[in-house]
Each structure stands twice: as C-alpha cells, then as structure tokens.
C-alpha cells in the first residue's frame, strides 16, 4: 500500500514536471461575486520546463481575507525528485511543506517530508519502501 502511494505521488510529480527544454507558461484569473455582494479574485501562474515546476496562486476576498502560494518541484535523473509548497495569508500566518524521494541502489524508493504550521509547529517524516 505505501510502495504504491510513495509511487503514485512520484508519478504525479513526474507528469507535471515539462522534460524538454521548451518552457511552458500558463496563467489564469478569475472572479466572483456572491449574492451578498462578496467578492474573490484569484489568479494562478504556472512555468515549466528543464525538469523543473513552479506555480504562484493568490486568492483574495472581501473584507482583506486571503493568501498566496507558492509550489515549486523538480526532478533531476538519478537523484530524484523534491516539492516545495510555501503559503502566507493576509493576516501574516505562513506554512510551508517539502518533501523528495529517491530510488537507491537496491531499488527501494525512500522519502522525506516535512511541514511547518502557521503557529511554527515542525513535523518530519521519512520512509524507505521496497519492492
């Protein structure tokens, strides 16, 4: 069961990860407004390319409530893979995750995580699995 999660987040990396060397960019923007005459923005932009990944969003709402954040990934052939995700809201909180894996000689894949909450609360994790 975890050989196939550890896998199924590493193929998930892999796929959004662009392996050519052409950069890809993508953003998008949207609004609404609720029935109360709330309002939320939101724009998100997207650059791959060289084995590499980052993505910005920033979402805002009425009465100053919102945040930003920020995700970056990267695979590098025979080092594997790695994820930043670093977040902020309006209000100052922040939080961010990492995690990467790797596959070892002897083809067990292992992988390490962490998160930091917005009141500094820090955990860590890490596991090998094999096959």
Not at 45 to 65: E, K, L, Y
Not at 92 to 109: F, L, P, Y
Request: glycine share 16%.
């Amino acid at each position: 069961m975890k050989t196939r999660q550890i896998l199924a987040v590493t193929g998930i990396v892999l796929s959004l990860i662009a392996t050519t060397a052409e950069a890809r960019e993508r953003s998008r923007s949207s609004s609404a407004t609720g029935p109360q005459g709330r309002m939320l923005n939101r724009d998100m932009a997207m650059q791959a390319g060289n084995g590499s990944i980052s993505r910005q969003r920033q979402v805002q709402g009425s009465g100053g409530r919102g945040y930003t954040r920020d995700a970056s990934g990267s695979c590098v052939e025979g080092s594997g893979c790695s994820r930043s995700v670093d977040g902020a809201t309006n209000g100052g909180k922040t939080w961010s995750r990492d995690s990467g894996s790797t596959r070892n000689e002897d083809g067990s894949i292992s992988r390490t995580s962490g998160a930091t909450g917005p009141n500094g609360e820090s955990v860590g994790r890490e596991t090998t699995v094999s096959h």
